[in-house]
């Protein structure tokens, strides 16, 4: 009987296969980052501590978009078209579907966090991470509360034409408020505690302190608790909502 | 669990969706073996049974067994023996049907070689092409593919061959009876009375949730060729006539037309609609 990590790793093969195939997503996920990283470089040159704020700033952006958007993307499609009830009638394992399906957005991530961390050091004399584990477990806390997030999302999103709009809804201005509070010391109290309760600026301060040295990982156990609370919410959410046809 | 135990075997199956209800008191039992033909309108209650049958949708009321489990419970167990075709299931934009093939087949403990199902459905032409490409026609066979790779004891089939040309539908006809000479048992769902007459042992009629009558296709009126002759006398006058040898009437009502050298206007044959079995049913009830 083929059992249920083989088929898991099948599933992740399937993934990776059909991602590289659609050149529109990989572009976004590769891309773009590095589009604004070198925008930001530019208009940052020769500032070394706001270039130093940059890059961890447009890893945890990566690692954002990898997930939350491509989940919600994705899922989003997949239910509208029918292939997640098609699936649903075979024998594959829900958890092996699911386990293929997260191991693609973890890669993207992973393999984003490499791209953005070499260009920094490439081209804005960003020095190898600082702290490897540190680095490590904000990864992995940041990927699997962005992935828990986006499937959740997606039960939210009624139909596949609107989701662009939901989706950059909550991404855009959870970005700049997290980038606009974690830049600025002269942020409105309102608006830090907003990006203190949201999950990507935490992300942000942890990447930070693992890549260009901060305060480690004690110091930052209080990021990583808001991380992991939204973590435990959207993982929560993505399983009791989750349908597996369109509503309509 | 006993080979000759029916593949299914539904009790009173009851759905309701809020006020309305979809199906209301369905009974029906498929043997081993046998195409069971489940044919109705649109909006008859036919998805909603085979969605049932085949764990999708929570029952409102009733017993089902579907080779023995209650498909309710979603075993795996029950999905290796099952292969399904929906009404509407969509698939990878960039996968071809070789590759999706592969995939499916890696469910399953024993599946069928992916090469037999690309040309028991047609599709070898097609085995590399990206599905975004394919026409609707060859996604539908697709589909049934998909669900034949595994080898499945008991197939369902929602409506396979809806928005098919007459050609692609025959040969979607042999693929199925192929299916039937193999000993598989078949639901099928449609709303085409010459495709329940062509596949089906036996065929369960069904409108408003109820099943109007169960039987072999020819019994229930559903094969015997009432043809439906029509046409305008020189007169004005519309005749309809009903014969079950249409050559025969044709040759008689055209001989007589051109020995008075009149013409047969408007004149039209027409096959038995699946209306047609509906009244002729309701009006015996």
Not at chain 2, 62 to 85: K, N, Q
Not at chain 2, 88 to 113: D, M
Not at chain 2, 234 to 251: F, I, K, N, P, S
């Amino acid at each position: 009987m083929p059992d249920a990590l083989a088929l898991s790793w099948r599933q992740y093969r399937l993934e990776r296969r059909m991602f590289w195939r659609n050149p529109s997503a990989a572009f976004f996920n590769f891309v773009l980052p590095l589009l604004f990283l070198a925008a930001g470089g530019a208009i940052l040159s020769g500032n070394q501590h706001q270039l130093n704020k940059l890059v961890p700033a447009i890893a945890a952006m990566s690692v954002m978009a990898t997930t939350f958007t491509a989940l919600a993307y994705n899922v989003v499609f997949l239910r509208e078209r029918g292939v997640l009830k098609r699936i649903h009638g075979t024998p594959l394992p829900t958890l092996s579907y699911f386990a293929g399906l997260a191991a693609n957005a973890v890669t993207n991530a992973a393999l984003q966090i490499v791209i953005v961390v070499l260009a920094g050091r490439a081209l804005f004399g960003i020095g190898w991470p600082q702290h490897a584990f540190e680095l490590i477990v904000f990864v992995i806390a940041g990927v699997s509360c962005f992935a828990g997030l986006g499937v959740a999302f997606a039960h939210v999103i009624p139909n596949f034409e609107s989701t662009a709009a939901y989706v950059n809804a909550v991404f855009l201005p959870v970005v700049f408020v997290s980038f606009y509070v974690f830049d600025s010391r002269s942020a409105p109290g309102f608006l830090r505690t907003i990006a203190d309760a949201l999950p990507l600026k935490p992300l942000i301060e942890g990447l930070s302190a693992a890549i260009v040295g901060g305060p480690g990982l004690v110091g930052n156990l209080d990021q990583l608790a808001v991380i992991a609370l939204w973590g435990l919410f959207g993982i929560i959410f993505a399983v009791r909502g989750f349908s597996w046809e369109s509503p309509a | 669990m006993s080979e000759t135990a029916p593949a299914i075997e539904v009790r009173a199956l009851r759905k309701r969706y809020g006020e309305y209800e979809a199906v209301r008191g369905i009974v029906i039992s498929v043997r081993r073996g046998e195409v069971f033909g489940l044919l109705g309108p649109n909006g008859a209650g036919k998805t909603t049974t085979v969605e049932i049958l085949e764990g999708y949708r929570a029952r409102t009321g009733g017993e089902v067994s579907v080779l023995g489990h209650d498909p309710a419970d979603r075993a795996i167990e029950l999905r290796r023996r099952i292969g399904i075709v929906l009404q509407s299931g969509g698939i990878y934009g960039h996968i071809t049907p070789r590759e999706a093939l592969r995939h499916w087949a890696s469910f399953y403990a024993h599946p069928r070689s992916v090469q037999e199902v690309l040309s028991l459905t047609g599709l070898q032409p097609q085995a590399d092409v990206r599905s975004r490409r394919l026409s609707g026609g060859q996604l539908r066979r697709l589909d049934l593919a998909l669900a034949l790779v595994g080898d499945p004891e008991l197939i369902f089939l929602d409506e396979p061959t809806t928005g098919f040309d007459p050609e692609a539908r025959r040969a979607a006809w042999s693929a199925i009876s192929s299916l039937r000479d193999l000993g598989k048992t078949i639901l099928l769902t449609t709303h085409y009375l010459d495709e329940a007459q062509a596949l089906a042992d036996r065929v369960a009629i069904i409108k408003e949730g109820r099943i109007l009558a169960i039987g072999p296709p020819r019994e229930l009126g559903v094969g015997a060729a009432h043809y439906r002759v029509v046409y305008r006398t020189a007169g004005g006058e519309l005749v309809e006539r009903q014969t079950d040898d249409v050559t025969a009437l044709l040759h008689e009502l055209t001989a007589e037309a051109l020995a008075r050298g009149e013409r047969l206007e408007e004149l039209s044959v027409a096959r038995p609609t699946l209306e047609d079995v509906y009244l002729e049913l309701t009006a015996d009830a």
